[in-house]
C-alpha cells in the first residue's frame, strides 16, 4: 500500500504566476483535503474533494481552485500568485479501511513566490 | 477557529512518558478528539482519536476526561524521535480539520 505522495517537493514561482500542484491519494482513498501552512503556523484548510467534487471549502479566494481525477488523485491551482502564498502546501487523503474522517497525510509541497 | 487550547511547549526527559494535555470545554457529544504530529518539514502524522472511552494504540494512549471537557495524549517511553508539534483537534464525523497553533514537545536527551 502507497502512501500519499506530492509533486514536486519544491518550487520557486514569481508573483503574478499561476501554479499547478499534485497530489496522489493513498490506495483505496476517494477524499483529498488541501492545506496551506505558512511558516511558524498550523495548517490550514483549503478545501476538500470527495467522488471528484468539491466538498467543503476554507476560507481561501476563488484564485485557489482544485480538480480530483476518476482515480482520485488531486491538483491544487493558484491563479495570480502572491507573496502570502509562499507557504507549505499539504494534501492529505481519506476514507480507506480505516475511520471516515482519519486524514494521511503526503510530505507537501514546499512553494515560494518571489 | 481551533476548539482546543494546548500549552505552546513542554520539555520531556528522554524514555519518561510525554503527557500532553489539551482543554476542549465546549465540545459536542458527536465530536471526536483527534491528536496529530508534524516532524520538523513533514506533513502532520495520525496519532489516535477517541470519543469518551480511553484509547491506545501501538504509538500513545489517549486519557478523555469524564466530561470531555480535556484530554491528554501520553507517550509512554519518548524518544528524541518524538520530537514535534502535537495537535489536538477536536470535530464531528464530517468535519474539515481546523488545526490550532499545538504544542512544541522538546525530547532531552
Known amino acids: 500500500e502507497t502512501g500519499v505522495t506530492q509533486s514536486p517537493t519544491h518550487l520557486i514561482k514569481t508573483r503574478g504566476q499561476q501554479v499547478t500542484l499534485r497530489c496522489s491519494s493513498q490506495?483505496?482513498?476517494?477524499?483529498v483535503s488541501w492545506y496551506q501552512q505558512a511558516l511558524g503556523q498550523g495548517p490550514q484548510f483549503i478545501f476538500q474533494y470527495y467522488r471528484e467534487e468539491e466538498n467543503g471549502r476554507g476560507n481561501f479566494p476563488p484564485r485557489f481552485s482544485g480538480l480530483q481525477f476518476p482515480n482520485y488523485s488531486s491538483e491544487l491551482n493558484v491563479n495570480a500568485l502572491e507573496l502570502d502564498d509562499s507557504a507549505l502546501y499539504l494534501c492529505a487523503s481519506s476514507g480507506g479501511a480505516g475511520p471516515q474522517e482519519t486524514q494521511y497525510f503526503g510530505p507537501g509541497t514546499r512553494l515560494l513566490v518571489l | 477557529d481551533a476548539k482546543t487550547t494546548q500549552p505552546p511547549s513542554m520539555d520531556c526527559a528522554e524514555g519518561r512518558a510525554a503527557n500532553l494535555p489539551c482543554n476542549h470545554s465546549t465540545i459536542s457529544g458527536n465530536e471526536y478528539v483527534y491528536w496529530y504530529r508534524q516532524i520538523h518539514s513533514q506533513g502532520p502524522q495520525y496519532i489516535i482519536h477517541g470519543l469518551k472511552n480511553n484509547e491506545t494504540n501501538e504509538m500513545a494512549s489517549l486519557i478523555i476526561t469524564e466530561d470531555r471537557k480535556s484530554s491528554t495524549l501520553i507517550l509512554p517511553h519518548a524518544t528524541l524521535r518524538d520530537t514535534a508539534v502535537y495537535y489536538c483537534?477536536?470535530?464531528?464525523?464530517?468535519?474539515?480539520?481546523?488545526f490550532g497553533k499545538g504544542t512544541r514537545l522538546h525530547i532531552l536527551p
Open positions: 490506495s483505496g482513498h476517494n477524499t
Open positions: 483537534i477536536v470535530l464531528a464525523r464530517d468535519d474539515k480539520i481546523i
